[in-house]
């Protein structure tokens, strides 16, 4: 039945449906954009003069320090899942022994942990990092009065959302290390070099554009995620602090809140849509940023030895 199907006829579907696909990511953005450019004046940016910021008042938008929030969270996130990712993905790829239960159950555990809900990570981080962890640090310094660290605060809503995408990075890097050519290997153990080298100077620089690739999907992820926030320090408004200790402004919280807490809905739409233009912005900046570190990766040369 397969050779009777016309050989043009596959190419052109899966061409047609690909660029289907790209056709309703880049109405989207067109969308948004459109929607959102009459309300993205200066004022809503900086805020208009001499008021507060309000993210439930449309007259009293400010947008950079959502921005600024937003941006804050995803770098402490980064920092702490990149090295906890790809040292996990390497004792996977490179020195759990072959066929170990050990390391099956490890990799079990991860897929696991990528099917979790994000409010199941809201929740553990609440209690984990804010009640144990940040607790914990208040009773061993004898501040139980005014807790500094047991509550909800940048530092730990950057670390829950670090575990949450932590299976993507680990996934993508040791799929990466494993498309490494044996031959590689090969060669640089015949040439003298130790395993520590092989993987420092030979399958890691191989592998970079496909861990670059888990951290663009990780960052992708966790600049609009919102649930996890909820529970661990993402605020209506602040100070404009942004101390590890403190709650922080989001601009996927406050989308969340104008859409479903504000008084006056139609008012509050113009906020709503500049919001929304900006997290779609910031998501697309940082994504544009990890997708050119790959593409100038290149693959080391056995000479570096």
Do not use: C, K
């Not at 320090?65 to 004792?91: H, N």
């Not at 888990?214 to 609009?224: D, F, K, M, Q, T």
Request: charged content about 10%.
């Amino acid at each position: 039945m397969i050779r009777r199907i016309p050989a043009w006829l596959f190419p052109r579907l899966t061409g047609a449906v690909a660029w289907a696909l790209a056709g309703l990511v880049l109405s989207l953005i067109l969308g948004i954009s459109l929607m959102a450019w009459p309300h993205l004046s200066w004022a809503a940016w900086v805020g208009p003069e001499g008021r507060a910021s309000n993210p439930l008042d449309p007259r009293s938008v400010h947008l950079a320090p959502l921005l600024v929030g937003t941006a804050a969270r995803t770098f402490l996130m980064s920092l702490a899942v990149i090295p906890m990712g790809i040292l996990t993905a390497v004792y996977l790829a490179e020195y759990a022994p072959s066929g170990s239960r050990a390391a099956g159950l490890l990799r079990w555990l991860v897929q696991v942990l990528a099917g979790v809900p994000s409010v199941i990570f809201g929740l553990f981080g609440l209690g984990f990092f804010v009640g144990v962890v940040g607790g914990g640090l208040d009773r061993w310094t004898g501040d139980l009065a005014s807790p500094v660290w047991g509550r909800p605060a940048l530092l730990w809503a950057s670390l829950t959302m670090a575990l949450m995408t932590l299976p993507v990075v680990v996934v993508a890097t040791e799929e990466a290390l494993r498309s490494v050519s044996q031959d590689l290997r090969v060669a640089a153990i015949a040439l003298g070099a130790t395993r520590l080298q092989v993987l420092l100077r030979i399958l890691l620089p191989n592998a970079l554009p496909g861990m670059a690739t888990g951290v663009i999907l990780a960052i992708g992820r966790a600049s609009g995620e919102v649930v996890p926030l909820l529970f661990t320090g993402a605020a209506v408004a602040t100070q404009g602090s942004l101390a590890l200790n403190e709650r922080f402004m989001d601009l996927a919280y406050q989308v969340f809140v104008l859409s479903t807490q504000s008084p006056d809905p139609q008012a509050s739409r113009p906020l709503l849509l500049a919001s929304v233009w900006a997290l779609v912005f910031l998501s697309l900046l940082l994504n544009a940023g990890a997708a050119i570190l790959r593409s100038r990766a290149t693959p080391a040369a056995p000479d570096r030895l």
